[in-house]
């Protein structure tokens, strides 16, 4: 019964980690669209998808939760397991929030930068799958959910330089000033979604040495 449950956890988790996958997936080819053709309807549909991918991640940490409070781990791992959902959780609500932005600001994102920002979010998409691999390697295999860990450090670390100088360039241009302002926060917004990654392998490191101890 113990291994049973214990089992559900991890494929729970799993397809967890699929939605959050989904919703950044969605963020990268929604943008690239609206880039492409700055259309606010097709948007707000993709925002939808984007809720629901995010509302289906949600569901799926409640079910988890109950499962690790039937007494299916040992109480020690349920904290474990219980932070990193919550850390995990900002990413899909990150992934929406830039698109809601988007949205109720009525940004448009300039022609010039349109590959820069592709190039940001595409960094950021690479740092979620990184962890969200070492998230479901926490299960079997210490020493690759630490590389993948350190791939997501590199990954920020590019995500940093990328958003400092597509700011850079956006504030040399002449463009109206409240319009930077906006482009930046988006920006910003994009950026801190490797932030979060980074911060779920801040917390994967100490449960792996908690492990090893």
Same mark, same amino acid.
């Given at each position: 019964?113990?291994?049973?449950?214990?089992?559900?956890?991890?494929?729970?988790?799993?397809?967890?980690?699929?939605?959050?996958?989904? =919703?950044?997936?969605?963020?990268?080819?929604?943008?690239? +669209?609206?880039?492409?053709?700055?259309?606010?309807?097709?948007?707000?549909?993709?925002? +939808?998808?984007?809720?629901? =991918?995010?509302?289906?991640?949600?569901?799926?940490?409640?079910?988890?939760?109950? $499962?690790?409070?039937?007494?299916?781990?040992?109480?020690?791992?349920?904290?474990?397991?219980?932070?990193?959902?919550?850390?995990?959780?900002?990413?899909?609500?990150?992934?929406?929030?830039?698109?809601?932005?988007?949205?109720?600001?009525?940004?448009?994102?300039?022609?010039?930068?349109?590959?820069?920002?592709?190039?940001?979010?595409?960094?950021? +998409?690479?740092?979620?799958?990184?962890?969200?691999?070492?998230? +479901?390697?926490?299960?079997?295999?210490?020493?690759?959910?630490?590389? =993948?860990?350190?791939?997501?450090?590199?990954?920020?670390?590019?995500?940093?330089?990328?958003?400092?100088?597509?700011?850079?360039? $956006?504030?040399?241009?002449?463009?109206?000033?409240?319009?930077?302002?906006?482009?930046?926060?988006?920006? $910003?917004?994009?950026?801190?979604?490797?932030?979060?990654?980074?911060?779920?392998?801040?917390?994967?490191?100490?449960?792996?040495?908690?492990?090893?101890?």
């Amino acid at each position: 019964m113990f291994h049973s449950r214990q089992k559900q956890i991890e494929e729970g988790i799993g397809r967890y980690c699929e939605e959050v996958a989904t =919703a950044v997936e969605l963020l990268y080819s929604s943008l690239e +669209q609206y880039i492409r053709q700055p259309d606010r309807e097709t948007l707000r549909g993709n925002l +939808q998808t984007i809720h629901k =991918a995010e509302s289906r991640a949600d569901d799926l940490r409640g079910e988890i939760e109950v $499962l690790m409070y039937s007494k299916a781990i040992f109480p020690e791992s349920r904290e474990d397991i219980m932070e990193l959902l919550e850390l995990l959780d900002k990413i899909p609500n990150h992934a929406e929030g830039c698109i809601r932005m988007i949205l109720t600001q009525r940004i448009v994102i300039p022609p010039e930068h349109g590959p820069d920002v592709m190039k940001l979010v595409g960094i950021s +998409q690479h740092a979620v799958r990184h962890i969200l691999q070492a998230a +479901q390697l926490l299960f079997s295999n210490y020493t690759a959910a630490t590389v =993948a860990v350190g791939k997501v450090d590199e990954l920020e670390s590019d995500g940093d330089h990328c958003e400092a100088a597509l700011i850079e360039a $956006l504030f040399s241009g002449s463009r109206d000033g409240f319009e930077k302002l906006l482009l930046r926060d988006l920006i $910003l917004h994009i950026g801190k979604i490797a932030d979060r990654a980074e911060n779920v392998g801040d917390r994967i490191r100490v449960i792996v040495a908690k492990r090893r101890i």
